[in-house]
């Protein structure tokens, strides 16, 4: 059976794996609590997959072409003995395996027991290192330096190289643009700013609080002289730099203003089991009652080939044209 390609000729190379909804944390921008608050029904335990049924998925999405799988959620620390599901993983021999977390439970402890179960890296979220800013921002009012911590315990266990991912909102975290950059020159961590996005529905996005990727490069390039990095793979998203003095990389990611669909070859799989082709799907695809119907590997690997050769998502290129009451599912239920 040969690897699938989709009805714009792209090929399945990335998985993202949301193993919870749940988040300890209520950013603004992504699980505003005005809507996701006490009666917020997130998912039953019976309704998650488990990590076997996780880690079944997995292999077949790797037969079908995927190299790197990413965890994510909302927080996927919270998910208890994540470290088995990462050693499941490794297993499958992927060749890429990451993590994306918000750092909160990421102690020394837990780095090393990642990074021994078979986790190659993590990239941490960190939109200021002012720390009034970032309590806002995380709006549970959790201190920046806890964050620090799990950057530092990352790198030490090994969790390689560490980046940094900064959601850049207009009139907040714009101002620390030269400090995040500066902190992390030299460290060989690579800070990435990404575009504001107008994920689901609740977050209430306005074009306005976009800071463009073309303003973040300006602000940096003020700072520092930057030079273009080549582009690594087909399908990668963030537009690369080098800080000319040889401090290391950073990374601009700019989905809302120069999208990139065209290479996109991500699939993502929400903790329920739905697989969604896009970030801005409205609907997933049920694989979880595939699975508990008892289907064989090879019936996997034909119903996935099958829905990702009809894939047509390309919604941020599109964005302008989508119409307001289009229903989006949340970032949190399908992971960032
Ligand atoms: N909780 C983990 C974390 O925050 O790293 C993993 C899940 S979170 C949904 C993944 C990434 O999505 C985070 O880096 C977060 O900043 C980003 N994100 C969430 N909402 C976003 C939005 N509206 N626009 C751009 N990025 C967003
Ligand atoms: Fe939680 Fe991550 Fe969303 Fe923040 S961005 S609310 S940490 S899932
Ligand atoms: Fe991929 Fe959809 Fe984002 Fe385009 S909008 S890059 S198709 S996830």
């Not at 330096?145 to 980046?163: E, F, H, M, S």
Request: with cysteine; net charge neutral.
């Amino acid at each position: 059976m040969t690897a699938p390609r989709d009805a714009l000729d792209r090929p399945i190379r990335d998985l993202r794996i949301s193993v919870t909804d749940r988040c300890n944390f209520r950013c603004t921008y992504c699980m505003p609590k005005e809507v996701f608050g006490r009666d917020f029904a997130f998912l039953r335990r019976d309704e998650l997959l488990t990590f076997e049924e996780i880690a079944r998925l997995a292999r077949v999405f790797v037969r079908a072409g995927v190299e790197k799988v990413r965890l994510t959620g909302g927080e996927p620390l919270l998910r208890r003995d994540l470290e088995s599901l990462v050693a499941q993983l490794a297993a499958t021999g992927v060749r890429d395996l990451a993590l994306t977390t918000n750092g909160s439970l990421l102690t020394r402890a837990k780095a090393r027991g990642l990074h021994d179960a078979g986790l190659h890296r993590v990239t941490i979220s960190l939109d200021s290192l002012d720390d009034a800013m970032f309590r806002a921002m995380n709006d549970v009012d959790f201190p920046v330096t806890r964050v620090l911590d799990a950057i530092d315990a990352a790198a030490d266990a090994g969790l390689t190289p560490v980046k940094i991912d900064v959601v850049v909102k207009r009139g907040m975290n714009d101002r620390d643009i030269p400090a995040i950059a500066e902190r992390f020159r030299g460290t060989g961590h690579i800070v990435r700013f990404i575009e504001y996005m107008d994920v689901g529905n609740s977050n209430g996005w306005r074009i306005d609080d976009v800071v463009s990727g073309r303003e973040i490069l300006e602000t940096l390039q003020r700072n520092w002289p930057l030079v273009p990095a080549d582009r690594e793979y087909f399908g990668e998203v963030a537009e690369r730099w080098h800080y000319a003095d040889g401090a290391g990389e950073i990374g601009i990611i700019t989905s809302v203003t120069q999208p990139f669909c065209g290479s996109c070859t991500r699939a993502r799989l929400a903790a329920n089991g739905e697989l969604y082709l896009c970030l801005f799907a409205s609907r997933g695809h049920d694989l979880r009652a595939l699975l508990r119907r008892g289907a064989t590997d090879d019936e996997l690997f034909a119903t996935i080939a099958g829905i990702w050769s009809t894939r047509t998502d390309r919604y941020s290129e599109v964005r302008a044209d989508a119409t307001p009451d289009l229903r989006k599912v949340e970032m949190s239920h399908i992971g960032g």
